[in-house]
């Protein structure tokens, strides 16, 4: 990992595209300013962990029996 | 080809109705292949079967039947990645978390699976649009309107042509 020591208000560039700029320190909390391009996701990283999380207990709870009666009973209780 | 699967047992699908997914599902990224199963064509959900690993298969939903007007922007570099050139093309998919307690079943709508149906390329994309919820409730949002809507029987029409039926 490249390491970098940066003062408040100074940047970073990465490529032509991405600029990541110190913005504030208060105690433990940095803000940060990205430019990116519109095409680049820019997402914190507990987006990216919750979705995995998700998408791994959704593979776990596989075999609950048949769509059909889920449907049915889901839908029973909405009215 | 016949693929083995832990559900449906040995599944015929055709080559021309697999799902590319060429960066994978979030977790699951070594995982490329997939086939949409229609078990019960009578409801909007389906299950998305791995081809390479027959434990794994997700139970999915047609999203605009638990959501109004569900139009998410969607980044052009994602579009240019599965070569969709109109928007039209895109297939919505929402993973489904069942748990113990059925009401409280949720779909992902936050990060969904969308597909191009001309060549059936697809990718889970993190919407920018944080109004979308990574756990949204199924039950206390689907309604007869949702399911009568015109954008929602034309993406139930669009799940049931790429999905293929078991053998049962």
Known sequence: MLILTRRLGESINIGNDVKITLLEIKGNHVRIGIVAPPEMAVHREEVYRLIQEQNIGAARNVGTGSLGKLWKELKNKNR | ?168
């Open chain 2, 1 to 168: 080809m016949l693929y083995p699967t832990k559900l449906f047992g040995e599944i015929a699908v055709e080559e021309t109705n697999i799902i590319k997914v060429e960066r994978g599902i979030f977790g699951f990224e070594q995982l490329k292949r997939y086939a949409v199963i229609a078990a019960d064509p009578e409801t909007p959900l389906f299950w998305l079967q791995s081809l390479e690993e027959p434990q794994l298969a997700f139970v999915i939903v047609n999203p605009f039947i638990i959501i109004d007007e569900y139009e998410p922007e969607i980044r052009p570099a994602d579009l240019a990645e599965l070569e969709i050139e109109d928007r039209a093309d895109v297939i919505f998919m929402a993973i489904v978390t069942l748990r113990e307690n059925y009401l409280e079943t949720t779909a992902n709508l936050r990060a969904p699976i969308i597909i191009n149906r001309k060549n059936l390329q697809a990718k889970q994309v993190v919407l920018d649009d944080l109004t979308f919820q990574i756990q949204y409730n199924m039950i206390a949002n689907i309604s007869d309107e949702r399911e009568a809507a015109e954008d929602c029987q034309k993406m139930k029409d669009e799940l049931a042509r790429i999905s293929c039926s078991p053998v049962l």
